[in-house]
């Protein structure tokens, strides 16, 4: 015979309710409240009118009062009795309130007795003097306790957050929880190499100390941002098996002088109570800034802090095994005495990560994704040059969110392509543009992909063309170049120059008129060329550097500067930027008049298709016409609208809106 326990279902782990005694506390606090407010209430009857006992055997002698009640009160002392009931008529009580309740007290006579026995009167026992007290003393109890609870223990509080106001706020990381290895980091293969030495110092010290080498008291990682020097930090504790604190610059800043001294004080206390530890400060410029720079001084409290940093970073004995590393993107402007050496010895630059390295970070992250099978990260990567891990990880994870507003399984091509290019350019726009508009932006990106497809520089091939509003461009004409470019060349800077121009000599060559559609590209052309010839020597004024320093005064390390260039020469460097922004316009010119055709074929492609790749383009440029079909870009579908309610169920529905 089968058990039937066997069918049953398991039943569900339920936590057990606790309830903890501040719930309890509170609650008796609003019972006591409730107690009190019905005791004490003011209702009419509630408070009897005093009478004298007297009174009470008068009137009952002559019949008004009957069947009452007679207590004794012990309180009173011997004899004494307190005789309660109902008036025929109304009276007033002490608070002045009517009401036909009367209350005696005081001691009876045998005569008297028995004239309200006679009248009907019940005696009851006497109280006990304990009950009567307590019910007197418990409800200001809980009146005192609610009082303590809201007031005695706030007030506690408030006293330990100021005494720990000058405590560290550095929030240690939990070793089982969130941790970090070296193989969880990706793209940065030097760092990780320079930085491995503080794991092997952490794991054994003494292979350094025997042969009397010292490790560095405090590293300073450098990088833009989202490069992962944070997650390096982590990594370290990771794979030494440390503990880890973590805090910010800004968390020892505080308005009042002395505060931010005090807690880095109690930080580097608490790393030699945990020894061997890492303690990481993240964004140290925010506290590390140079003294005494920048206009307007310095500023008290944040020196104080600084000179508080360099003193115990000094006083550390580097054999403690508490290692110092800090994070920033801005080393310039941190202070000359913070970068000395004993304090912070090594500095580890985490650089954006080139192609081999937005690989690797592209498979750490997507191990958590599910992909489809013919999805090649390398080509992501190539595609998505300075990205940083950062952005390369909201890369995987938009393509994700596209994949999953779609309803696929898994994430694949044309997804991770649809999130390069809101990652790169901005998202999709589809505005209302009208008939005019779209043919200015045809005619605009047109010139861009003709110019660039005549010049054919293998650095900047073409990779699509769309007239779909993206960000804040109206249209795009989108580059990807086959590998990391470290290099700048003249004649490869000359051809970015005339790609820019492109779409401004098409408006003024097929329209007969110029918008502000360029302003963009004027932009970016002006400030290649200065660099061209201020940074990069690459014009007729030789290899000299004219470039200004644009640093802010504010940040930087002068209030004053003084210029170092003549009027002369300021005007021959004006001369050479128009001499090659000149040169390249008139170049991109010749080409778009030399392939007017080309140019107005590349314009209808666009203006029917609204995105064409590059290879259309080099078609339209060798056979005159499109051979490869081009794919149909179904714009994503609008939410369907909610649901009736099942009681609107019959009544008539509206027409969506069609805009």
């Given amino acids: ?207 350094f100390q025997s042969i009397g080498g010292k490790i560095p008291k405090g590293i300073l990682l450098v990088g833009p941002p989202g490069t992962g020097k944070t997650l390096l930090a982590k990594a370290v504790a990771g794979e030494a098996d440390v503990p880890f604190f973590s805090i910010s610059g800004s968390d020892f800043v505080e308005m009042f002088v002395g505060v931010g001294a ?126 940083s891990g950062a952005e390369l990880a909201n890369l995987l994870n938009e393509a994700a969110l596209a994949a999953a507003r779609k309803n696929k399984p898994k994430v694949d091509n044309d997804d991770l392509d649809e999130a390069r290019h809101k990652v790169l350019f901005g998202r999709e726009r589809r505005k209302v543009m009208d008939d005019e508009d779209k043919k200015i932006v045809a005619y605009h990106e047109a010139g861009h992909a003709l110019v660039s497809a005549v010049i054919k520089d293998p650095t900047m091939p073409v990779h699509k063309v769309t007239i779909i509003p993206r960000g804040q461009s109206l249209g795009s004409t989108m580059y990807i170049p086959p590998k990391d470019l470290y290099n700048y060349a003249r004649g490869r800077m000359l051809n970015r120059l005339a790609m820019l121009f492109g779409g401004r000599v098409a408006e003024e060559t097929a329209l007969g008129e110029i918008t502000s559609g360029a302003s963009g590209d004027i932009e970016q052309a002006t400030k290649l060329a200065r660099h061209m010839v201020c940074d990069w020597g690459m014009s007729s004024l030789g290899p000299i550097a004219l470039g200004d320093n644009q640093d802010t005064v504010f940040l930087g390390r002068e209030i004053t500067r003084s210029t170092n260039l003549s009027p002369e020469t300021t005007r021959q460097v004006d001369i050479e930027i128009r001499a090659l922004i000149d040169a390249q316009y008139r170049r991109a010119k010749d080409i778009i008049v030399t392939h007017r055709e080309a140019l107005e074929k590349i314009a209808a492609a666009l203006l029917e298709y609204e995105t064409i790749d590059g290879k259309h383009v080099a078609e339209i440029l060798e056979f005159g016409e499109i051979k490869t079909p081009v794919p149909q870009i179904v714009p994503p579908p609008l939410p369907p609208p909610p649901a009736p309610a099942e009681n609107d169920s019959a009544a008539p529905r509206e027409s969506p809106n069609p805009a």
């Fill in 1 to 207: 015979m089968p058990d039937p326990k066997k069918n049953r279902l398991p039943l569900p782990n339920i936590p057990p309710n606790k309830v903890q005694p501040k719930i309890l506390l509170f609650y008796a606090a609003i019972v006591a409240a409730i107690c009190l407010i019905y005791y004490y209430s003011d209702s009419p009857g509630a408070l009897p009118a005093p009478l004298k006992i007297q009174d009470v055997v008068d009137r009952a002698a002559r019949g008004e009062i009957k069947d009452g009640v007679i207590r004794t009160e012990s309180a009173i002392g011997f004899g004494g009795v307190v005789v309660t009931g109902t008036l025929p008529e109304k009276v007033k009580n002490a608070k002045g309130r009517e009401t036909d309740r009367f209350e005696a007290s005081g001691r009876l006579t045998d005569a008297n007795l028995a004239i309200l026995q006679q009248a009907r009167f019940t005696e009851k026992p006497s109280n006990n003097l304990w009950g009567s007290i307590l019910i007197q003393i418990v409800p200001f109890i809980l009146l005192f306790g609610l009082v303590y609870f809201l007031f005695v223990r706030q007030l506690k509080g408030a006293g330990r957050g100021a005494l720990s106001f000058g405590k560290s706020r550095a929030k240690r990381l939990n070793r089982e929880k969130g941790k970090v290895t070296f193989a969880d980091v990706a793209g940065c293969d030097e760092a990780k190499e320079e930085i491995s030495e503080v794991v092997g110092f952490l794991k054994n010290p003494k292979k």
């Fill in 262 to 387: 005090s807690r880095v004080r109690d930080m580097f206390e608490q790393g030699r109570k945990e020894a061997p530890c890492i303690v990481f400060i993240d964004e140290i410029d925010a506290v590390g800034r140079q003294r005494g720079a920048g206009l307007g001084g310095g500023n008290d409290e944040r020196e104080q802090t600084l000179n508080s940093i360099l003193v115990e970073m000094d006083g550390f004995d580097p054999n403690e095994g508490v290692i110092i590393i800090a994070a920033t993107n801005r080393p310039d402007v941190l202070d000359s005495a913070l970068l000395r050496p004993g304090r912070f010895d090594r500095q580890v630059y985490v650089d954006l990560p080139d192609i081999v390295g937005r690989e690797q970070i592209l498979k750490v992250h997507a191990k958590k994704i599910a992909l489809a099978d013919d999805v090649d990260l390398n080509v992501v990567a190539r595609g998505t040059p300075g990205l």
